[in-house]
Each structure stands twice: as C-alpha cells, then as structure tokens.
C-alpha cells in the first residue's frame, strides 16, 4: 500500500504543471512603483476608492485582489494596480532601463537607490543617491 501511494504521489508531481511565474502570489512581498504615475488609492469613507498622496517608496504587499494589491507601509494602506507595481528583487532591472533612456531623471536614480537600499545594498543605493543630488542639489528627500 505504501509503494502505491508513493508512486502516485510522484506521478502527480510529474504531471501537476508549476503555476507560472505571473501567478505566484505576491502576497509578503516588498514591490515599488513602476514610473511616477501609478494607481495608490485608500477607501474613504463612502467606501470609494479616493486618490492619496504616497508616502513611501517601497511597501509590503498585504493580499491581492484580482488585478489590485492592498500595499501598506509606515501606517500608510491603500489598493495599487498591479501592473504599476515590480517586485523589490526585480527593480534595479527596471530602474537601470529607465536611466538609460533618461540619464537625467532622478525619479528612477531615486528608487534604483531605494531598491538598492532595500536589498541591503548600500554602496550601490549611496551611489545613486548622491547622483540623484549631484543632479538636483535642491531634492531634499535624497
């Protein structure tokens, strides 16, 4: 009995396709906005989704909800798309393309730093930092 379960069970490991990646959850996860326009909204108290100034760089990912994510950090909640929306681990990539195309734009210098920064990677996120005020002096955030 025990040899049949066995072989079943890794007959249905064989044949059981993996989820693909785009539907592993997200939830626990640590993502950033794509570009500077991105969905972040709270529910107000009607319950309607009302527009809210973001906080934060990077938050964690609370539980997803077709195509929305409820996102939290330092206090601050709210729904973001998740097409607005890359993962921690995978936004240096998407930050360094943005520079590329726009080497004087600091937005994405500023969350290449923050991406850096939130891996622990923190000669890379100083790097991008000081680039973010070598090109605007003014910027007091970085």
């Known amino acids: 009995m025990t040899r049949y379960r066995s072989a079943t069970l890794l007959a249905l490991l064989v044949v059981t396709p993996a989820l ?4 592993k959850t997200w ?9 500077p326009k991105h969905t972040f909204s709270e529910n107000g108290d009607d319950d ?19 195509p929305w994510l409820r996102l939290r950090d330092h206090g601050q909640e709210g ?4 097409a607005e929306w890359i993962p921690v681990a995978d936004a240096p990539a998407h930050f360094t393309e ?14 290449r730093g923050v991406a850096w920064n939130e891996r622990s990677e ?4 100083l790097k991008d930092f000081t680039e973010v005020i070598r090109l605007d002096p003014k910027d007091a955030v970085a």
């Not at 693909?20 to 539907?23: F, I, K, Q, T, V």
């Not at 729904?79 to 998740?82: A, I, P, S």
């Not at 923190?122 to 996120?125: H, L, Q, R, T």
């Open 20 to 23: 693909p990646a785009d539907e």
């Open 122 to 125: 923190f000669a890379s996120a």
């Open 48 to 66: 309607k989704k009302v527009e809210s100034e973001q906080r934060s760089a990077a938050y964690t990912v609370l539980r997803e909800s077709g």
């Open 79 to 82: 729904w973001g798309l998740k």
């Open 27 to 35: 939830v626990g996860q640590r993502v950033m906005p794509r570009s």
């Open 98 to 111: 943005m520079i590329r195309a726009n080497p004087a734009g600091t937005w994405a210098w500023f969350n």
